[in-house]
Every structure is written in C-alpha cells, then in structure tokens.
C-alpha cells in the first residue's frame, strides 16, 4: 500500500481486480516519447519560472532523458502494475532523482498531461498517415499515366454506362485522397493546441508560463480555457472521422478491385505476393487484401463510434471514461495505416488488362448516348434523338447485334439523318475522345487532371 501514490488518503491497499481494471499501462504506454518530451518541457518552464530551482529543472531533465534512452535501448520494461504511463515514467524518474524526481509534477496534473501527450502522439500520427495518402495518390497516378488510353466501361447502377478510361476511373481516387489529405490537415491543425497548464480543471496558483510550454513543445496556441483544455477529445473524434472517411475511399477502391478480379470482370490481376489461395480449392486466387480492407473499415467506423458515444454524456471536466479514448484511436490508426501500407504496394504490382477492358467496353451499348448526341450534332432535339436511339438498342437486341454491327439500313429505317459517318461518331474510341469537357475521360482532359494533381502533391509534401 505504501507503494501507491495516494497512499496518505486511503487504510487499504487496492484490490488487484481493481487495479488491473482502472491500468491503461497496457496500451498508453505507446506514448512514452510525448509523455517524455512534455515532461521535459514542463520541467524548463518551471525551472524558468522560478517555480523549481534551475539545478533541479536541469537534473530532472537529464533524468527524463535518461529514462528515453533506457526504454529505447531496451534496459528499462514498462511496469505492467503502473497505473499509467504518466506515473510510470514519473515514479521511475524519482527512483532515479529521489525528492528532485517528485518536484516535476508542480503545477500539473494528469489530467492535462494525458491530454497533452495524446495530443503530441497524433501530430505524428497524422503526418505518417498523410505520408502514407501521398504515396498512394502518386502510385494512382503514375498507373493512371499509362492508361490514358485505355479503354474501359463506366458504370453507374453497376450497369455499363458510357466508355471511360482506366486513368479517367482510378483517378477518381486520387481526387478523393487530396481531400482526405486536407481533412489530415485541418484536423491536425485543432489538435495542434496546448492544454498542459489547465492542471486539474481550475489552472494553477503557480506563476506557469504557458505561452513558453507552447513555444517549447512547437504548439500553435494555448487553450484558453482550463476546463475545456482537460476535457475535450474534440481532436479524437475528428481524427476518427477524417480515417473514417479515409477507410470509405479505400473500402470503395477495394471492392472495386475485387469486383475486377472476379472471372466476371478480369480487369485486373493481383500479384501472387498480395493475392491469396484457397485451402480446398486448387483454383482460387483470393483478393483477401481487399476484403480486409473493406472488413476493417466496418472496425475504423466503430472507432469513432466509440468516441462519440464515450463523451456525450460526461460532465466537465475530466472524467474516467475518458481514458477509452487512447484505445479506440490508436486502433483506428494503426488499422488505417497498415491498410494504406499493405494497399499500396498491391496497388504498384496489379496488372491491368486492357483487353478485357477493351472487350467489356464493346458491349452494353455504352455508345448509345453517342449515338443520339450523333443525332443532335444534325439538327435533332435531344429527346427525340434519345428515342430514337432506344429504338436501334431494341432492334439490336433483338438482332443479336451491337451499335457498331447494325446495317446503316436499319439505321435510316429508324432516322433518316443517319448516314455511314454514324460508324465513326460511336466508335468506342471516338466516344472517349470526344469526352473532352473539364474533368471528362478524354486523354487531354485526363493529362489535364494528372497536372493539376501533381501541383497540388507538390504543395502538399
Ligand atoms: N490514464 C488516464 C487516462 O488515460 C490518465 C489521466 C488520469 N487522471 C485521473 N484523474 N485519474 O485518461
């Protein structure tokens, strides 16, 4: 019992159930570089201050970053009874300094600390996530380079629409990792804000200098409220969500590519290093990297779930509970990251074929909207040229037959401004091509888009 830091208040020791329980060493203890760097920080502005002497300031400094090198080497093992990582590395220090190491926590309380140090943890995390966005919008384009000719389907309703290039539809995801990368932005901005020196809830009666804590610890302001600096987990949750939008891009991408992968599709192939088989089925070559993908965002969802539901209910300013909140992000993290780590290089080693694509692009009757703008480059409203394109799809299927196959005699049976030249306008290539408006499949517009991505990768890294 004398062992417990609160040991003066209380005639028993813990139940070990209970300590067990109330521990978060377990999974907190991922963020002993953020509670070390704080800590040291702390420690100078004290020393500054005059809140501490500056030889003492010093001493737990270099006591602190003793610790670091310790726990880095591997000499010094996170104590699976602490209480947390704050009072891990807080008792070691005093092991180490004796009544010097008990001096640090002067004007601080956990309950800022912990919100310091999740805050310092997920700069990191969002700069690596970023990194990681960046990679896979230059690996899209840089497939998307070799494919602006590439014909494919689009689809909407997951029926064939309108011929699209490959470049033109994997692009698609790139548009949607910028922003998912301006999301990273914005949120790391709202996190990048210093609570330490809220303390417990109510400030302090110290002479702290918080400004300096925010110019040492490279924060772009100070909260300015003591309650609010403790409590909020506002960052958490946008995080959360910002991965969450992430994971649906990726989720999408996925099913995407394992719809292509099908025997239905085979628009693409996986590499044998990212692709799995079947343990009965000697034929089976399983697009499992995907489908976890897809399966995990199910989990990233719940994340912020978890975050949500956790705080809507608590009172200010600190309350237990809130220590779910470490768990719940660092788990949406670390998926979303090996996601993105694991997607890329399967992305890089995928092979497209062209062919297929080519094939599938040939059937559907996806120049149908072609056909009637033919009609309405000769003078022809547009709804009457719908109508009576849908005519010529009807005697196609009837006949067997695509657009490109039926004899111009049908044609002019249906319309009589038809003439052979009606071959070249729905050619499948031709359609692509004349698709040229801003943002539209044809390669100079696709070239276009390719250019105004790499600027803005530019500006971005
Ligand atoms: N381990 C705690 C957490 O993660 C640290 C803060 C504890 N504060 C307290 N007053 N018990 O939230």
């Known amino acids: 019992m004398s062992d417990m830091m609160w040991a003066g208040r209380f005639t028993k020791q813990i139940d070990e159930r209970v300590n067990d329980f109330n521990s978060s060493i377990k999974f907190d203890s991922r963020m002993y570089r953020s509670d070390i760097f704080g800590s040291v920080a702390h420690a100078q502005m004290l020393g500054e201050c005059g809140i501490i002497e500056s030889s003492e300031s010093e001493k737990i400094i270099a006591g602190l970053k003793d610790i670091l090198d310790d726990i880095e080497t591997g000499k010094l093992e996170f104590e699976p009874s602490a209480e947390d990582i704050h009072m891990f590395i807080e008792a070691e220090l005093t092991k180490r300094l004796g009544n010097t190491g008990k001096r640090l926590h002067t004007a601080r309380s956990r309950n800022d600390q912990v919100a310091l140090d999740i805050r310092l943890y997920l700069r990191d995390e969002i700069k690596a996530v970023k990194a990681c966005c960046i990679e896979l919008a230059e690996a899209i384009i840089s497939i998307a380079k070799e494919h602006t000719l590439t014909v494919m389907p689009g689809y909407t309703h997951l029926q064939r629409a309108q011929p699209i290039t490959f470049a033109h539809h994997i692009l698609a995801y790139a548009q949607m990792l910028i922003r998912d990368i301006g999301r990273l932005d914005d949120t790391y901005k709202r996190t990048n804000a210093l609570p330490l020196g809220s303390c417990a809830l109510a400030g302090t009666t110290y002479p702290i200098e918080r400004e300096r804590v925010c110019e040492l610890l490279g924060f772009d302001e100070v909260m300015e409220n003591s309650l609010d600096g403790v409590s909020d987990r506002d960052f958490c949750i946008e995080l959360a969500s910002t991965l969450s939008i992430l994971m649906m891009h990726l989720s999408r991408f996925s099913e995407e590519i394992i719809l292509w992968c099908s025997w239905e599709f085979k628009f693409v192939e996986l590499d044998d290093a990212y692709a799995t088989g079947s343990s009965i089925m000697p034929q089976k070559k399983n697009p499992d990297v995907t489908e976890l993908i897809r399966g995990k965002t199910g989990r990233v969802y719940g994340d912020l779930n978890t975050l949500l539901v956790m705080m809507k209910g608590l009172p200010l300013a600190y309350n237990k509970d809130m220590q779910e909140d470490k768990e719940a992000i660092f788990d949406a993290l670390d998926n979303v990251k090996l996601c993105l780590k694991t997607f890329i290089p399967m992305l890089k080693t995928m092979r497209v074929n062209k062919e297929n ?28 040229a719908y109508k009576a394109t849908g005519t010529l799809v009807h005697i196609c299927i009837e006949k067997g037959l695509t657009l490109e196959a039926l004899p111009i005699e049908d044609y002019k049976a249906v319309c009589a401004s038809f003439e052979s030249d009606v071959f070249d306008a729905i050619s499948l290539e031709a359609c692509v091509m004349q698709r040229k408006s801003q943002g539209g499949p044809a390669p100079d517009a696709v070239k276009e888009q390719i250019e105004k991505l790499e600027e803005r990768l530019g500006e971005i890294s």
């Open 357 to 384: 694509m080519r094939a599938a692009a040939a059937k559907g009757f996806i120049n149908a909207t072609d056909c009637a703008d033919y009609l309405v480059k000769k003078g022809m409203p547009f709804r009457d």
